[in-house]
């Protein structure tokens, strides 16, 4: 018995995140029978979808076998590449998309963070070097001792190494 049903495609990813100068791979995925036998991508603008074709440009690779297909988008751009993509499926009996979302990232969004943890620790170094600075230098520390004299030694011959304070 054979069930013969139209393409249930199926995205890998429902957002795919690429940073910017690199490649961009996104994929779908169709378990029907019979097998995808043609599939196509479309990028979806504010203007409207537009069809990606196999070497349209020199960015864009199309890589379809029977049951999953793979756009490789190169060199990625934030202004030109971060849409909506759509990747559609069609067999004998009938055809069948869905939607992949491409998020692009700077190249330096992962330095913003770091940059905010230095900024911090210079703004708290600054503030303890100003604050012992600004100390007055009569103000003495509970840990240290003002009045240290000499210490007594004892002369007995086990405790040598022993000393004591005065009081």
Same mark, same amino acid.
């Given at each position: 018995?054979?069930?013969?049903? !139209?393409?249930?495609? &199926? &995205?890998?990813? @429902?957002t795919e995140h690429g940073n910017e100068g690199d490649t961009g791979v996104l994929t779908c995925k169709s378990y029907s029978f019979p097998p995808v036998d043609q599939w196509a991508w479309y990028v979806v603008t504010p203007s409207g979808a537009e069809l990606l074709g196999n070497g349209s440009t020199d960015r864009y690779?199309?890589? #379809? ?5 793979? /756009?490789?988008?190169?060199? /990625? ?5 971060? &849409?909506?993509?759509?990747? %559609?499926?069609? %067999?004998? =009996? ?7 979302? /491409? =998020? *692009? ?7 913003? !963070?770091? /940059? ?5 620790? *210079?703004? +708290? ?6 604050? $012992? ?5 009569? $103000?003495? !520390? $509970?840990?240290?001792? #003002?009045? #240290?004299? @000499? +210490? ?6 086990? &405790? ?5 304070? %005065? #009081?």
């Amino acid at each position: 018995l054979n069930v013969t049903v !139209p393409p249930q495609v &199926h &995205h890998y990813k @429902a957002t795919e995140h690429g940073n910017e100068g690199d490649t961009g791979v996104l994929t779908c995925k169709s378990y029907s029978f019979p097998p995808v036998d043609q599939w196509a991508w479309y990028v979806v603008t504010p203007s409207g979808a537009e069809l990606l074709g196999n070497g349209s440009t020199d960015r864009y690779s199309i890589k #379809s076998t029977g049951n999953q297909t793979v /756009l490789r988008i190169q060199n /990625l751009d934030i202004e030109k590449d971060q &849409h909506d993509y759509m990747c %559609n499926g069609t %067999n004998d =009996h009938g055809n069948k998309g869905d939607t992949i979302h /491409l =998020h *692009v990232r700077s190249r330096l969004a992962a330095v913003w !963070p770091f /940059l905010g943890i230095v900024g911090e620790v *210079v703004v +708290l170094v600054t503030i303890i070097f100003i604050y $012992e600075k600004r100390r007055k230098p009569d $103000e003495v !520390p $509970e840990d240290e001792d #003002s009045g #240290s004299g @000499a +210490l007594k030694g004892n002369t007995g011959a086990n &405790h040598d190494t022993l000393r004591q304070r %005065n #009081s």
